[in-house]
């Protein structure tokens, strides 16, 4: 009789099990159904999120503050290798503007002139214009353009874009460097807290495996229970080497990033605000956009100053026979014009090649902001059904852990067969993992949303000159 209650029991808790399975398909489903359709509704929608990454993680005694959290990315930030380059380019720049300020300013030369005959087959008396006296002689001259048609003011205008762009791309470089070193840090704290988890769950069902072949030995239960229930166990430990070599590798990518020897410090517990009258910015990418059309209207111009005249002063000052006792000398200067008077189109061709180039350029900020639109959609409506799902996850795993001791306490007293225990041991750990994923999920998409609005390094209090 008590065996029959039993067995209508486990058959309850199977049926909650499938049923457990369908939620978690809608639900995936209602995900990414509320993904795409995000476009739509986000600007109808009063959006207003307050909560805490991984305060589903009650199962953890061990985690980081915010300010452990960001101060331990913020140290590691500075000594990656992007962002060495990128200062470097940074510095690039600024030299440049400064080398383009001083075009401006007139250019000394200095010069000698040793000339002399070393064989000579003229007749001097019938040939006077051929020849030419020895000369040993030294020249400073000084050269002050004053108009080149605009090229020195708008090299000055594109040097300065192409700083502001450098500072860009740093902030750019460093953003992205938050946004990898938290999925290194996190990756590799989920990975090795499932691992560990389902390693108890594997040592909570081994004793059974020895039990079960005792009962066969015995003829107490069929042979084919034993074999359906080994094929249940195989698959759960393969379960786990999987979960094995990730864990591995996103340690090894820890220790690769942050270079210090892994060890599990516990998941960061970080306040997921963004109150519903939030200002929308900017991305990196549409400012580069921006820069580099601007960059491009100075490229037009440089390129009509080619062919434009160009006028300026120019002096010398010669001293002659420098090597002899002799004090011969004179200063010469005046103005100088050029200007081209026909190149047969190849100027136009030119000036119509750097104008393409820049409408180009302007139509790429369209496409760019179109992008961003669709960006910052997805990403608030990504952190919006994370933080709806989190709190439904987390009660259908609690349900899963409740039922799989419950089992597990009903296998101990009346003998029957654990096949359902290794069901819900594999279901538990399914649903620890996606619960993990999801609160990952949140943490991640909240500081893509402060990175695409240019907020990220800020909120991290890092200060970039």
């Not at 786990?240 to 590798?249: D, G, M, R």
Request: glycine letters at 2%; zero cysteines; charged letters at 25%.
């Amino acid at each position: 009789m008590n065996l029959q209650k039993f067995n209508h029991f486990a058959d309850l808790i199977m049926n909650k099990f499938i049923t457990l399975k369908k939620f978690f398909m809608i639900l995936n489903l209602f995900i990414f159904t509320f993904s795409l359709s995000a476009e739509n509704i986000i600007d109808k929608r009063n959006f207003d999120i307050k909560s805490i990454s991984f305060s589903s993680s009650e199962f953890s005694t061990k985690y980081l503050d915010e300010e452990s959290y960001l101060n331990f990315i913020r140290d590691h930030i500075f000594v990656q290798p992007e962002f060495k380059f990128a200062s470097a380019v940074q510095n690039e720049k600024r030299l440049l503007l400064r080398s383009a300020n001083r075009e401006r300013l007139p250019i000394i030369t200095g010069r000698v002139i040793n000339d002399e005959i070393i064989d000579r087959k003229i007749n001097d008396f019938s040939s006077i214009r051929k020849r030419q006296d020895d000369s040993f002689d030294a020249v400073a001259e000084i050269n002050q353009p004053l108009y080149q048609g605009g090229k020195i003011n708008s090299e000055i205008r594109f040097a300065r874009h192409q700083t502001n762009n450098s500072k860009i791309e740093k902030r750019l470089t460093t953003s992205n460097l938050i946004l990898e070193a938290n999925s290194i840090f996190i990756q590799a704290m989920i990975y090795d807290y499932i691992y560990n988890y389902a390693l108890s769950l594997l040592e909570n069902l081994i004793p059974f495996k020895e039990k079960m072949k005792n009962r066969v030995t015995s003829g107490a239960i069929d042979p084919a229970q034993y074999a359906l229930f080994l094929a249940r166990l195989n698959k759960f430990q393969s379960s786990i080497y999987t979960l094995e070599a990730k864990a591995k590798t996103n340690s090894t990518n820890f220790e690769n990033t942050f270079n210090q020897r892994f060890m599990f410090m516990g998941f960061p517990k970080i306040p997921v605000i963004i109150e519903n009258n939030f200002q929308l910015r900017d991305s990196f990418n549409l400012s580069l956009k921006e820069n580099q059309y601007l960059s491009s209207i100075e490229n037009v111009k440089i390129t009509k100053s080619e062919y434009r005249p160009q006028f300026g002063i120019k002096a010398r000052y010669t001293e002659y026979d420098v090597n002899k006792d002799i004090d011969d000398s004179d200063i010469r200067g005046g103005l100088y014009l050029t200007f081209p008077i026909f190149d047969f189109g190849r100027g136009r061709a030119k000036i119509q090649a750097s104008q393409a180039r820049s409408d180009a350029a302007k139509i790429e900020i369209d496409i760019e902001r179109k992008s961003d639109k669709v960006n910052e959609s997805s990403i608030l409506s990504m952190i919006e059904s994370s933080n709806k799902a989190i709190k439904k996850i987390k009660d259908a795993f609690n349900d899963t852990k409740t039922q799989r001791k419950i089992i597990n306490e009903r296998i101990m007293l009346t003998g029957f067969s654990p096949i359902t225990l290794v069901e819900a041991s594999e279901n538990e750990l399914s649903q620890l993992q996606i619960l993990l994923e999801t609160e990952f999920t949140l943490l991640s998409k909240f500081y893509e949303f402060h990175h695409q609005n240019q907020s990220l390094i800020n909120h991290f209090k890092i200060d970039l000159q």
